[in-house]
Nanobody, 121 residues
Framework: QVQLVESGGGLVQPGGSLRLSCAAS????????LAWYRQAPGKQHEFVAR???????TYVDAVKGRFTISRDYAKNTVYLQMNSLKPEDTAAYYC???????????????WGQGTQVTVSS
């Protein structure tokens, strides 16, 4: 099992920046990637960004050029630097571990507490 603890959310004005952190522990060796998801009220979890064990990154189109995912392998921590934030980025942000399964990445762990990001003036 992999346990994940998110932090770094808050209230920010449009155009502002935040940096989210996610500390992973447990059987890290068994996963292929770490990823960020977000969930707006009344909606399902939405994929935001992924970084594989080899450092390859993937982003949803809505955040390309504004968000950057990175990983500190020594600390088993993944970060999400969010710049030029928009009101539509408002959501609870979660990280999760992923495994490659049947041609796609699949969520491996249970959802944690998440961290709330609110973009508002």
């Amino acid at each position: 099992q992999v346990q994940l603890v998110e932090s770094g959310g808050g209230l920010v004005q449009p155009g502002g920046s935040l940096r989210l952190s996610c500390a992973a522990s447990g059987t890290i060796f068994s996963i292929n990637a770490l990823a960020w998801y977000r969930q707006a009220p009344g909606k399902q979890h939405e994929f935001v960004a992924r970084i594989t064990n080899l450092g390859s990154t993937t982003y949803v189109d809505a955040v390309k050029g504004r968000f950057t995912i990175s990983r500190d392998y020594a600390k088993n921590t993944v970060y999400l630097q969010m710049n030029s934030l928009k009101p539509e980025d408002t959501a609870a942000y979660y990280c999760n571990a992923e495994k490659w399964d049947s041609g796609r990445y699949a969520i491996y762990s249970s959802w944690g507490q998440g961290t709330q990001v609110t973009v508002s003036s």
